[in-house]
């Protein structure tokens, strides 16, 4: 009766030894959850350029800020921005974000293809045409005025956008609000991961 009470649970710690050796004596076996493992890159775009966005907060709310890059078939980075918003949420910075994104490459010239974010929640709200909050109105409305045919909103793993997420926090640690013409004027801290994605080496996502 105790194996059986016990046989669909799972303890969020570990047990120690003796109360494990216990619970092994009354017939329970302890199960464990497995992880799988997945390899994942950043996907270039087929035609014309990407764009691909982050926001960073440093609590929610606290302060936040955005970051994004502009890139071609091949890896190369054209454009890149790191923007301090101020005091707000993780989702107003990832919202902000995109539309500074596609504000930069509307006024750049540069045609989009594909839109990449690794915030779900953002990419729905774009795709399915849903507000997400009225305090994030006016850029979702601006981000969505913005999105010419045929480019596509698309959501990835973090892993994938890591050169975005580095432009982000780059700019909540400095509190600036930067443009990068060119991957030589990149910040320091963010010429990694642009290394890793025009590479195309692969990165270790637990699932």
């Not at 109360?19 to 014309?48: A, E, F, N, Q």
């Not at 101020?86 to 596609?102: F, H, K, N, P, Q």
């Not at 974010?117 to 305090?135: A, P």
């Not at 979702?140 to 999105?147: C, D, G, T, V």
Request: a positive charge.
């Amino acid at each position: 009766m105790v194996a059986h009470s016990l046989s669909m649970l799972q303890f969020k710690v570990d047990l120690n030894p003796k109360d494990l050796h216990i619970l092994m004596w009354l017939g329970y076996v302890p199960r464990y959850s497995t992880k799988m493992l997945k390899l994942v890159r950043w996907i270039p775009p087929i035609c014309d350029f990407s764009l691909n966005v982050d926001g960073a907060c440093k609590g929610n709310p606290g302060e936040c800020g955005g970051g994004g890059c502009i890139c071609d078939s091949q890896g190369n980075v054209y454009m890149a921005f790191s923007h301090f918003f101020g005091v707000g949420t993780s989702m107003i910075a990832e919202v902000r974000a995109l539309c500074d994104g596609l504000r930069l490459a509307t006024s750049s010239g540069y045609k989009l293809s594909i839109i990449h974010s690794d915030s779900q929640v953002l990419v729905n709200s774009i795709c399915e045409k849903k507000m997400l909050s009225w305090r994030s109105y006016r850029w979702w409305r601006e981000a969505i005025s913005l999105i010419r045919e045929p480019a596509l909103m698309s959501h990835v793993y973090r892993e994938t956008n890591q050169l975005a997420d580095a432009l982000a926090n780059f700019a909540v640690k400095d509190k600036c609000n930067k443009v990068f013409r060119g991957a030589l004027n990149l910040p320091y801290s963010c010429k990694g991961p642009m290394t890793i994605d025009k590479s195309g080496l692969l990165n270790v996502r637990l699932l």
